[in-house]
């Protein structure tokens, strides 16, 4: 296989660097948190409960016929392979270690994930390039109607869907959206944006693991209450915030072109140098350099590479990724010199 | 870039913490970021619920401490609410009614809204609107009969039944 064909193999729907918006938008997300009525929440359950819930869950899934979900059995899946789905956003972090009855539906393009036996029995997944919240929402909401048509969620008519946090009670609805800002932060705008956004119902983390890194800065926006406001009032809300953060950083980056064009083209072509020509990079450094040139690309500053590739590395230097293209488990070192060549490579094709 | 704390190991936890809208900036190594809390093992943000929980119902807390009932427990999966506050998660749909008392502050203090007003599930939302139905019409049934319109309450009366009927089979 060639590395052409590898990365067109661990290339899903949303990293393709597609969707409206893309410039500044990676992706749009929407998930929905679901639980089977007679049937105690994964945090209490045995192993036998799980399985029943697994077994209950599969069964609807696969009487449906309208879309085309794979199952996987995460206990069946080698660690790489599981953390490979979190690099891609496919599961979570918590999903992807060790426990019973732990699984995943996919469908082809990966677009979909259907978690079984998370924190909640079930929570549905739709992970779209760009800005298309509302594209995702409906076949998020699509899923769940088809899904209902088998089983008896736990529904209250005060409470709405109960879950087994209290913070996702109510609609059980999770929207967000990953966004590239890096003018906002060479601008040391961010802090500003952050405090906005906090105070309009929203949250803000960095990407790859709750609570970690905001590096590249990437960062992921989502609905912070999920009770008392219909789902139609919650996707509108950030869809009007990120237009706004859209805005804010186009300014942002007009502005770096008219009052600081040499340092920010200098930045540009030092960290595209670096790309092309280090022997050995972290992930960390990868992501910074990536994201430097990714603004370079969306600014027209470089032109001879296609800016969908940028995307792609955000998520091919990611360590599970690497050792998945070179085939087996690297060491930090051995993983930071492939890296580089993964880079290199990818950047002349 | 070194570990920040231990000043040994390479840093490969880069956190960013945003309280008040301030951004401060960790980097530490692995084994320090797990001993210091910042990568527990469960993969769950420091931030979370889960993990402010204990905060928000300290006076709940220490109520327990001087002993909040016992047998405060839910009937069908045996969680208790001291347990609750110590993980932030609910055993079952069944805990909900259990500790329905203390759902409204909390949920009022998480969501500022304490009634749902989104989606209904198709099925069960056709069972609850069926029961909305029932209960009006009883009213109007009880109506009927204390203006003695027997006829107009026998109709109501076999229209319930065919509703509850059609409830039951479905
Ligand atoms: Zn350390
Ligand atoms: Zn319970």
Not at chain 1, 165 to 171: A, I, L, R, W
Request: with cysteine.
């Amino acid at each position: 296989m060639s590395l052409k064909d590898i990365i067109n193999n661990n290339v899903t729907h949303w990293i393709s660097g597609e969707g409206p918006d893309n410039e500044i938008v990676l992706s749009s997300r929407i998930r929905l948190a679901r639980n089977i009525e007679d049937e105690p929440y994964p945090n209490q359950a045995s192993k036998e409960e799980k399985q029943s819930v697994s077994k209950r869950v599969i069964e609807a899934i696969s009487s449906q016929k309208q879309l085309k979900l794979h199952y996987i059995n995460l206990a069946d899946m080698p660690e790489l392979e599981r953390d490979l789905l979190v690099e891609k956003h496919l599961i979570s972090p918590v999903h992807a270690r060790e426990g019973y009855e732990k699984g995943v539906f996919l469908d082809d393009n990966e677009r979909i994930s259907v978690m079984i036996n998370e924190e909640d029995h079930i929570r549905i997944q739709v992970l779209t390039p760009g800005l298309q919240l509302d594209e995702t929402w409906e076949l998020a909401s699509e899923l769940d109607d088809l899904l209902e048509r088998k089983l008896d969620f736990a529904f209250s008519e005060k409470w709405g869907y109960l879950s087994s946090c209290p913070t996702n009670v109510g609609t059980g609805l999770r929207a967000s959206v990953m966004v590239h800002l890096p003018a906002l932060s060479l601008t040391n705008n961010i802090g500003k944006m952050l405090t906005a956004v906090s105070k309009l119902g929203l949250t803000v983390r960095g990407i790859y693991g709750e609570g970690s890194e905001s590096n590249g800065s990437i960062y992921q926006i989502s609905n912070q209450v999920t009770l008392g406001h219909s789902e139609r009032d919650i996707i509108d809300n950030l869809n009007s915030v990120s237009k706004q953060i859209i805005g804010q950083e186009k300014q942002a980056r007009q502005y770096l072109l008219q009052e600081k064009e040499s340092e920010v083209i200098d930045r540009i072509r030092r960290s595209f140098g670096i790309l092309n020509f280090a022997y050995k990079i972290s992930s960390d450094e990868a992501m910074k350099l990536i994201s430097n040139v990714k603004l370079g690309i969306d600014m027209g500053i470089i032109d001879n590479v296609d800016k969908k590739v940028l995307s792609e590395l955000m998520v091919l230097t990611r360590p599970a990724h690497i050792q998945k293209i070179n085939g087996k488990e690297l060491s930090i070192s051995e993983r930071d010199i492939k890296r580089s060549e993964l880079i290199q490579t990818r950047l002349k094709m | 870039m070194l570990c920040q704390r231990c000043n040994n190991k390479e840093a490969t936890v880069h956190l960013t913490k945003i309280v008040n809208g301030e951004k401060n900036e960790v980097f530490l190594c692995e084994e320090c970021a797990r001993e210091t809390g910042q990568l527990p093992f469960a993969g769950n943000d420091p931030f979370s619920f889960q993990n402010l929980l204990s905060g928000i119902l300290n006076p709940e807390i220490n109520s327990y401490n001087t002993g909040i009932k016992q047998g405060d427990k839910c009937g069908t999966c045996g969680l208790s609410y001291y347990d609750f506050t110590q993980n932030g998660l609910f055993g079952c749909a069944d805990c909900y009614e259990t500790f329905n008392d203390r759902l409204n502050p909390l949920l009022k203090r998480i969501h500022g809204e304490t009634v749902h007003n989104g989606k209904v599930p198709q099925r069960k939302g056709g069972h609850l609107r069926k029961k909305r139905q029932i209960k009006e019409l009883r009213d109007e049934m009880k109506d009927a009969v204390k203006n003695e319109n027997f006829e107009k309450a026998a109709e109501i009366r076999d229209k319930i039944k065919e509703l509850e009927d059609n409830d039951g089979g479905e």
